[in-house]
């Protein structure tokens, strides 16, 4: 033990750090996915009128 009170062998800091944001990037990854397998495709038709005058004669 050393005079700060830690002890050797113990996940660093920095590593806890780096594996607390991988988790919370997985963890969203996930719920995106979820989420977006729920929504539906927006369903629209779309009607093209073309004039009279601009079909050959």
Do not use: C, D
Request: aromatic share 8%; no cysteine.
């Amino acid at each position: 033990m050393n005079r700060y009170g830690t002890h050797e062998g113990g996940l660093g800091w920095t590593l806890r750090i780096l594996l607390a944001i991988l988790v919370l990037v997985i963890l969203g990854g996930l719920a995106l996915g979820i989420y977006a397998g729920t929504l539906k495709p927006p369903h629209q038709s779309y009607t093209v009128v073309i004039p009279n005058s601009r079909f050959p004669s």
